[in-house]
């Protein structure tokens, strides 16, 4: 199905969802770094970041390529080559990327959570998305940024229902 492992997500106090990713990507974490924390790294998988203020209470406006979303917020969490987190409004809530070498240097485990209220039916559309985007991340990280006109829902939709059916007591996910 993906190289990109599922995601997972946990509820808290009624419609607080707490998304989890665990990516190993092999690629050294400078690189990593830069395509999850840099106005210039992050077109290449998720969105544009204008502005992007890389510190602590920074400012942050994330505009995605492939619709008409945009949020704006702070930087909540800054430590330069291993942790990036933005609070932006409500409907993206917090996003952390947690950046950890391995393999000697030469890949990257990303811890990625996320936070945010949300129906149930809301986090299976957002697991599908961050899903997507890893996929991208990957690619991006191989030399082949997304081409953000030629973008399609498919591959979106077929992730959601992976996760949909999953969510239902049988027939399990199937990578």
């Not at 917020?73 to 932006?88: C, M, N, Q, S």
């Not at 990625?112 to 991208?136: Q, S």
Request: net charge negative; with cysteine; hydrophobic share 35%.
């Amino acid at each position: 199905m993906s190289e990109i492992p599922r995601g997972r997500c946990e509820t808290h106090d009624g419609d607080l969802r707490h998304l989890r990713y665990v990516i190993d990507l092999p690629h050294p974490l400078v690189d990593v770094w830069a395509a999850v924390a840099t106005p210039e790294g992050l077109p290449g998988w998720l969105c544009a970041a204008d502005p992007l203020e890389p510190r602590l209470g920074g400012a942050v406006t994330l505009r995605w390529l492939n619709g008409d979303t945009v949020v704006s917020g702070t930087v909540t969490a800054w430590d330069p080559e291993y942790v990036a987190e933005y609070t932006v409004e409500p409907t993206h809530g917090r996003i952390r990327f947690h950046l950890e070498p391995s393999g000697g240097g030469d890949s990257t485990v990303l811890r990625f959570t996320n936070e945010f209220h949300g129906a149930p039916g809301e986090k299976l559309d957002v697991m599908a998305g961050w899903h997507d985007h890893f996929e991208r991340l990957a690619r991006a990280l191989d030399g082949d940024p997304t081409e953000w006109r030629t973008w399609t829902p498919e591959r979106w939709q077929h992730l959601r229902d992976l996760y949909e059916r999953d969510e239902a007591r049988w027939p399990k996910w199937e990578p």
